[in-house]
C-alpha cells in the first residue's frame, strides 16, 4: 500500500512538474496559422478540440488516452503545440503533439511526442504534409530544433521523417530507437 502511494505522489509531482516546465516554456510560441493540403485543413489546436484529439488518440494509441497533465497543457498552450488536421467533413483526421523535455529546454529544443493519423485517412501523404506544415509553424519561433525518437522498425514513420528534413541517427540508449533531430533556424 505505501509503495504504491508514494508511486503515485511521484507520478503526480512529475506530471506538475512537467506542466509548469511546459507552460513556461510556450509562453513566447506563436499559435500556429491556418493551412491546406489537398482537402486537409491544418490549424493549432483549440481548447474545445481537446476530446476530439484525446478520442483520436485512443484509436491510434491502443486505447491509451492522454494524460491528465498532457491535456491541462494542451487546455493552455495547444494551440502553439500542437497542429491537427482536418477532413473536408470537419472530422479531426490527425494531430502532432509537442512539449518541452527537461534536459532540452534550456537549450530551446521542442521534443515530438507523437503524430497520429487515422486509419482511414492513412497512405495518402498526410502525415507528412501535417509535419512539414508543424516544422514551418515552429519555425516562426526561437527554438533551436526538433527532438524525438521512433522505432527503427516503424518505417513508414522513417521514410516520412527523412523526407521532411529529420536527422536520424542510433540511439545509444535504446538499439531499436533513431534518435532524430531537426534544427530550426531562429527568427
Known amino acids: 500500500m505505501c509503495n504504491s502511494l508514494i508511486k503515485k505522489i511521484r507520478y503526480e509531482w512529475e506530471g506538475f512538474r512537467f506542466l509548469v516546465r511546459n507552460i513556461r516554456a510556450s509562453r ?3 499559435p ?16 474545445h478540440q481537446i476530446d476530439e484529439m484525446d478520442a483520436l488518440h485512443k484509436l491510434v494509441r491502443e486505447g491509451r488516452e492522454l494524460s491528465f497533465w498532457r491535456k491541462t497543457y494542451f487546455k493552455q498552450c495547444g494551440e502553439k503545440v500542437c497542429s491537427v488536421a482536418f477532413n473536408e467533413d470537419g ?3 490527425g494531430f502532432n503533439f509537442y512539449y518541452f523535455r527537461e534536459s532540452e529546454v ?13 486509419p482511414q485517412e492513412r497512405g495518402k501523404g498526410l502525415a507528412t504534409a501535417l509535419q512539414a506544415y508543424t516544422i514551418d509553424q515552429l519555425s516562426r519561433n526561437k527554438l533551436r530544433g526538433i527532438s524525438g525518437n521512433v522505432l527503427k522498425a516503424n518505417g513508414p514513420s522513417v521514410k516520412m521523417l527523412l523526407r521532411t528534413g529529420f536527422i536520424l541517427t542510433d540511439d545509444p540508449d535504446d538499439a531499436a530507437n533513431y534518435r532524430v533531430f531537426y534544427p530550426l533556424t531562429t527568427l
Do not use: C, K, P, R
Open 91 to 93: 472530422q479531426m483526421v
Open 32 to 47: 500556429m496559422q491556418d493551412s491546406t493540403f489537398s482537402n486537409y485543413q491544418f490549424t493549432g489546436l483549440s481548447t
Open 106 to 118: 534550456n537549450e530551446g529544443i521542442i521534443h515530438e511526442a507523437f503524430l497520429g493519423i487515422s
Open 28 to 30: 513566447t510560441l506563436h
